[in-house]
């Protein structure tokens, strides 16, 4: 899975990065090294704006980590549902219409995974520890996305106050540095596949799948931090800062 992640790019840059049109600088989130299931986080879609035509038009939004189905009851389920697995996006139930036509673009440094090891003595408790993974060549991450709106049924539909914009991160197996440490990892988009993937009239899910890659095509870097991060209150640059790993 794909449990926090680095976000600390400013929206101008996402701007310019993702070649968005359309964003509202009233909408800012601060850096965060670690971005924790339910925080706002930045997302990159495409979709028509309403009483600017039919054409769908990209944009940079905030949206809450943990995709909440608008069929849900109340948003509670987003807390379960922060990662989609690439062998079902497009058959579950809570994913499988927004994969149909609302795909977004998860900016992202890079994530955290944890490794299992063996408790340090007799009776000791089961140790875990942390690394952040990103691109060997230092690139901004677009994890592959979805995402969905909920409105909440006790306020009226006209309420800006009554929608929540959700989303959840595509995984799949990982490989190379990420698999040592954890079996899953999130999947990305390659710039030249983004208006494929972004494109909501686009429904072939062959196709679609075949646009879903691993980071830097299995070209990461791994490097144990501090435990730190553990604990989903704790941030700063500090938490991607290289330290001794935990002895097996």
Known sequence: MCGRFVSTSSPQDLVEIFDVQRWDP???L???WNVAPTDPVWAVLERP???????PVRQLRVAR???????AKDPSIGGRLINARAETVDTKPSFRRAFAARRCLLPGDGFYEWE??????PGGRQRKQPYFITLANGRLLAMAGLYEFWHDPDLPKDDPESWLTS???????ATDAAGR?????PLTIEPEDAEQWLDPDQHDADRLRRLLVQPGAGHLIARPVSTAVNRTTTNGPQLV????PLRP
Do not use: F, N
């Open 167 to 173: 989303v959840a991160i595509i995984t799949t197996r």
């Open 30 to 32: 601060d850096k965060s």
């Open 49 to 55: 704006v309403r009483k600017a035509g039919p054409e």
């Open 65 to 71: 980590w943990g995709l909440v189905p608008s069929w």
């Open 116 to 121: 299992s090891l063996p408790p340090a003595g």
């Open 181 to 185: 440490i954890h079996p899953r990892m």
């Open 241 to 244: 800062d290289e330290v001794e």
């Open 26 to 28: 009233t909408e800012t």
